[in-house]
């Protein structure tokens, strides 16, 4: 169980990772890429991004924005599979990051300048690469073990430097 800290004069950040799944494979093949700018910038990451205001706090309104900004790609089939809730002490900055995951979109694969590329990878590749710590726990549970998730992560200066990591059930929302 993680330590309780005081975060109430700490910032709150609303974010999704919108996640875009190949079904008709073995394995599950996730698009992912090697993140240039932002969140995750140096890492293997997903779509997504910040809510903004027109997204009316709807985590999969904000997947589908971020997946057609990011990639051209219109997410349908959609399930809110978890959350993962990262507080940064240092920064006095809690995340608040919705996993949307679509099976289903249409559109033509085009990434933007955030992502050096965009592809579907199996999730053994992904698990191998240079992803942020923890991603691998909560990605297992999520695709292998089909258990909708929630992340709880302290961390002290940085996303980077993990303290303290908890995993636990999370019911779904469509």
């Given at each position: 169980?993680?330590?309780?800290?005081d975060?109430?004069?700490?910032e709150?950040?609303k974010?999704?990772?919108?996640?875009?799944?190949?079904?008709?494979?073995?394995?599950?093949?996730?698009?992912y890429?090697?993140?240039?700018?932002?969140?995750?910038?140096?890492?293997?990451?997903?779509?997504?991004?910040?809510?903004?205001?027109?997204?009316?706090?709807?985590?999969?309104?904000?997947?589908?924005?971020?997946?057609?900004?990011?990639?051209?790609?219109?997410?349908?089939?959609?399930i809110?599979?978890?959350?993962?809730?990262?507080?940064i002490?240092?920064?006095?900055?809690?995340?608040?990051?919705?996993?949307?995951?679509f099976?289903?979109w249409?559109?033509?694969?085009?990434?933007?300048g955030?992502?050096e590329?965009?592809?579907f990878?199996?999730?053994?590749?992904i698990?191998?690469?240079?992803?942020?710590?923890?991603d691998?726990?909560w990605?297992?549970?999520?695709?292998?073990?089909?258990?909708?998730?929630?992340?709880k992560?302290?961390?002290?200066?940085?996303?980077?430097?993990?303290?303290?990591?908890?995993?636990?059930?999370?019911?779904?929302k469509?």
């Amino acid at each position: 169980m993680i330590n309780t800290i005081d975060t109430t004069d700490f910032e709150q950040i609303k974010a999704v990772v919108g996640i875009f799944e190949e079904l008709e494979h073995d394995e599950p093949r996730l698009l992912y890429g090697h993140k240039l700018t932002g969140f995750g910038q140096g890492y293997m990451m997903p779509t997504g991004g910040k809510h903004k205001p027109d997204d009316n706090n709807n985590p999969v309104t904000v997947a589908k924005r971020e997946g057609f900004e990011e990639a051209q790609l219109q997410g349908w089939s959609n399930i809110v599979a978890g959350q993962i809730i990262v507080t940064i002490r240092d920064k006095r900055q809690v995340l608040l990051i919705d996993i949307v995951i679509f099976t289903s979109w249409s559109g033509d694969l085009k990434w933007n300048g955030e992502f050096e590329s965009l592809e579907f990878l199996p999730l053994s590749t992904i698990l191998n690469s240079k992803i942020l710590p923890h991603d691998g726990d909560w990605l297992r549970r999520v695709f292998l073990e089909e258990k909708p998730s929630l992340v709880k992560i302290l961390c002290g200066r940085d996303r980077e430097d993990v303290l303290e990591f908890e995993m636990l059930d999370f019911p779904p929302k469509k």
